[in-house]
């Protein structure tokens, strides 16, 4: 079932970035680059406001992995657009253990998510660090899912074609005025 699940997913994520990529001329390596920018933001943030040692050393480690991270999408980017094929073509296939996982984390954080509302009053999240630990988690399922789609080939966006044709028209619809002084006067 879960298998399902992840094929699905999978599945929807794909016509996302083709889309994506269709309408923005850019590859799914920018919206791979910017979920890891999320994620370092949420454990700045995290460490900032638990204010302990091992939770920042933990956090140090986590940036420094996810910058390495970032770097290896960058020559994987400069790959890509050179030649066409991916940097580390193994990824989509190794990929789906990771996603499985993701998938059983997910549904054993709602199903917890749920006993725990059940029990604890509201007031329980609004104190704890708990909702930047859940964007840090979907952001981190996201990316996942985003690194093991195949990317198309940059090409000319719609809106940059769009916005053509509107300046285009414009140009053929105004007057041509001749620039300089008046002679009328």
Known sequence: MLYEIDEYLLDKVQDFCDEFTKITGRTKFFMEKWVLVTEIVFVLLFCLLVENLITISFGGILVGMTVAQIILLEKSEESFLETGKLYLPVLNSARLHNRIFALLVVFATVTSCMLVLAVLPITFFIDSYFSIITAY?????????IS????????????????????????ANIPKVPLGIPTNI
């Open 137 to 145: 988690s979907v952001c981190s399922f996201v990316e996942t899912y």
């Open 148 to 171: 093991s789609c195949t990317p198309l080939r940059p090409r000319k966006s719609k809106l940059r074609i769009w916005s053509e044709r509107f300046v285009g028209s414009l140009k």
